[in-house]
């Protein structure tokens, strides 16, 4: 199946019933030091949000979505975050005034978004334990925190 195919799945109905590998990626980290790989998160479930220092949406969801990953992270849910700005100090600055806990990775090139279709920020990509996407979320308001924690939720062991 196609990620076009997945995507149009996905805008009539949150979570999919289709899944497919998702994308990998390893990406340096926001600060620069390091990198991050999502294989290293197999095994748990893992939210990969696409964000953008000028994205209004972003500025409730990430710390909301922090509050969620500390919750269950004992759980074995993890976010990770990709910043899509073409300066890392733009994403840094974001993050001095909402501050997460999770790891925030950089794709100035934009080479992983396009791989996961990503059409508008925010967006984000729930991938199972195996590795499999399984749901996508466009946008962000702060009331679609119940329906993402319990899919969340309903994937942890």
Known sequence: MTRA??????????????????????????????????????????????????CGPCRKSLPLLNEMRNELHEQGFEVLAINLDDQAADGLRFLERFPVDYPTLHDASGDTPQRYGVRGMPTSYLINQQGEL??????????DMKKIRQHVTELLP
């Open 5 to 54: 195919l997945i995507f149009l799945l996905v805008l009539m109905s949150w979570p999919t019933q289709a899944s497919e590998p998702a994308p990998a990626f390893t990406l340096p980290t926001l600060d620069g030091n390091g990198e991050v790989s999502l294989q290293q998160y197999r095994g748990k479930v893992v939210y990969v949000d696409f964000w953008a220092s000028w």
């Open 134 to 143: 399984v749901a996508v979320h466009e946008g962000f308001k702060p009331s």
